[in-house]
């Protein structure tokens, strides 16, 4: 039961971490420097995706754990893109913010899939190895 409940509470943080993030990231879109849009966001989504998945895959020890970072990720970026009735729209297409937008959803998709696939194809943490490890069968 203390492993379960273990497991619940990394799930819980990695939605927590995850959702923050991805908060934090759509906020920063629109940043710019001398009228030039700085995309550290795009960054931040790349790096945080494939390290938020990565560390929940190695801190729970559960494949469910870490693919959340991606899904809670994805599920704020898309709510964002959705105009709310008071006409407030967080990522929005345009000339110059549009591109920066456009990567950062691209990048970060893809570096969110790429994580969540390593994650699910690697072995189960603390799983025992089977085999004679020569790497040929016999």
């Known amino acids: 039961m203390t492993a379960r409940l273990a497991v619940a509470g990394w799930g819980i943080a990695a939605v927590a971490v995850a959702a923050w993030l991805a908060v934090v990231e759509v906020l920063w879109l629109p940043l710019r420097v001398a009228g030039v849009p700085v995309p550290v ?16 895959l190695r801190l729970s020890g559960s494949r469910a754990v870490a693919v959340l970072p991606a899904v809670t990720w994805l599920v704020v970026v898309l709510a964002a893109m959705v105009r709310r009735p008071e006409g407030d729209l967080l990522v929005v297409a345009g000339a ?13 998709v893809l570096a969110a899939a790429v994580s969540v696939g390593q994650a699910l194809g690697s072995p189960q943490p603390g799983a025992a ?9 016999r």
Not at 129 to 137: K, L, M
């Open 129 to 137: 190895r089977s085999g004679s490890g020569s790497g040929g069968a």
């Open 41 to 56: 966001s795009v960054v931040a989504a790349v790096v945080g995706n494939v390290l938020l998945v990565a560390a929940a």
């Open 96 to 108: 110059g913010v549009g591109i920066v937008n456009t990567v950062f959803l691209l990048l970060g």
